[in-house]
Nanobody, 121 residues
């Protein structure tokens, strides 16, 4: 079992930055790839970024490439999502997940409760 808790969301103006954290518990945390997804009201959950367990591979949705950075600290059991140059369309609930490295939510076994990110124009 892996338990995930996100933090770091909030309200920020367009062009600003936020860093999300995902604290994980469970002894098998380091064996999972980790992903960040987001879901805006009335929309499906969409892939944002993923990182392999060894941190050798990172993957991003085209909409965030060059602005967001995913990183993982296995020693701290924590995954981060650094979000820069935020846009109003980035507004959503952001979720971290543990599972197979994939852009599909169905490939992830464990999910956090989500943290709200709101970007004002």
């Amino acid at each position: 079992q892996v338990h995930l808790v996100e933090s770091g969301g909030g309200l920020v103006q367009a062009g600003g930055s936020l860093r999300l954290s995902c604290a994980a518990s469970g002894r098998t945390f380091s064996s999972y790839a980790m992903g960040w997804f987001r879901q805006a009201p009335g929309k499906e959950r969409e892939f944002v970024a993923a990182i392999t367990w060894s941190r050798t591979g990172t993957y991003y949705a085209d909409s965030v490439k060059g602005r967001f950075t995913i990183s993982k600290d296995n020693a701290k059991n924590t995954v981060y999502l650094q979000m820069n140059s935020l846009k109003p369309e980035d507004t959503a609930v952001y979720y971290c997940a543990a599972g197979a490295r994939s852009p599909s939510p169905s490939d992830y076994d464990y999910w956090g409760q989500g943290t709200q990110v709101t970007v004002s124009s």
